[in-house]
């Protein structure tokens, strides 16, 4: 396939605090992790790559062929890194073959619907460097200096970034070869690297499972709709 996707789901979720790597938490009878495999496997084809913590690939791969169905030979695991970065830079490495466009992905972005990665696919087909999807930031955000307002900012200069982050092979490669210092999403460390990223429509339900108020969110949001 020409598009790979990197999921990176090797954190400790200490945010959340389940007592257990984040990816393996469940939300109904299914884990984080393979909802985000539904996700994957429900987009375009794709090769995928799975970052997982040590010691729990064999438990990725289970869930990868169940949510692959018949198309676990394009499912690669590897081991994570300490940092996001580390993992994600684990993941370019396993991909093989003639992957053009490589898309990297949360795994905590468990819901996050296939539209998704095909508005960031075809940004990076339409010709961008880089694509991510965000959304309009609905608070009203303030600068402060401790306990000083030193002014508002303007909202309508202001998205918040989601995943799937997309970005040409080529470009995605020499950056993170490039990058000497921690960024804070991959659309940083391209742009880092002297390169433009676009944004897309990101989606509501491409948020981010972080504190337990998140994962019972996401329970709430499964017990609603239709299987
Ligand atoms: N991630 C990763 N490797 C790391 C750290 C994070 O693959 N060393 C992944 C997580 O598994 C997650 C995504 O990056 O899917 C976003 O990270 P975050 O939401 O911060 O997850 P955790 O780092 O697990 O959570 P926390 O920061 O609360 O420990
Ligand atoms: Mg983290």
Known sequence: PRVGIVVVAAGSGTRLGAGGPKAFVGIDRHSILRHALDGVFAAPEAQVVIVVPEGREGDARTEALEASGDRSDLVTVVTGGATRQESVAAGLRALWGDVEIVLVHDAARALT???????????????????????????????????????????????????????????????????????????????????????????PLAFKITTAADLDRARHLLAAAPE
């Open 113 to 203: 619907p296939p539209e998704v990665f095909s508005r960031v696919v075809g940004a990076i087909d339409a010709g961008a460097d880089g694509a991510i999807p965000v959304l309009p930031v609905i608070d009203t955000i303030k600068r402060v200096a401790g306990e000083e307002i030193v002014a508002a900012v303007d909202r309508s200069e202001l998205a918040s970034a989601q995943t799937p982050q997309g970005f040409r092979r080529d470009v995605l490669d020499a950056a993170y070869a490039a990058a000497s210092a921690e960024f804070t999403d991959d659309a940083a460390l391209v742009a880092d690297a002297g390169h433009a990223v676009s944004a897309v429509p990101g989606h």
